[in-house]
């Protein structure tokens, strides 16, 4: 069995920092559990557009409020502490933060750590590769 917890995992290099947000990464692609899961902090009053051409992933909020938009049809969804949005389909969309948000990420296939979003809001495949 894995254990780790959050307070120490954020003082190392499982913490990654981008411009609109910070991920915690207490679960990587080394571990072999097929998907990855991360404790993300959005930053209150940030945009940020996003496109997992190559990621499933699903996003938990734990506290915290903003909303999502769907960029296709344009709906929009509130996002509240219990509500769970989840990219089957490889949504694009944004994701605003009205006040800080607390999520749990679930990524597949699992990120191995490093990644940080490129100029289109995605995670290239080769980014796993090249750090391997
Ligand atoms: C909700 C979301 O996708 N935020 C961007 C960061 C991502 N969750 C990550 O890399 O952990």
């Keep these: 069995m894995i254990v780790r917890h959050l307070s120490e995992a954020e003082k190392g290099e499982r913490k990654v920092e981008a411009e609109n947000w910070n991920s915690v990464r207490l679960l990587l692609k080394e571990d072999n559990m097929g998907f990855s899961f991360h404790i993300t902090t959005i930053y209150a009053g940030t945009e940020t557009p996003i496109w997992y051409q190559n990621h499933l992933e699903s996003v938990y909020c734990i506290s915290g409020e903003g909303e999502v ?27 605003r933060a009205k006040t800080e948000m607390k999520m749990a990420c679930v990524f597949n296939p699992p990120l191995n750590g490093k990644e940080v979003h490129d100029e289109n809001g995605v ?10």
């Design 69 to 95: 938009e769907t960029c296709d049809d344009g709906k929009v969804y509130p996002i509240t502490p219990g509500m769970i949005y989840i990219l089957d389909k490889h949504d694009k969309h944004i994701l």
């Design 123 to 132: 995670y290239p495949l080769e980014a796993a590769s090249v750090a391997e």
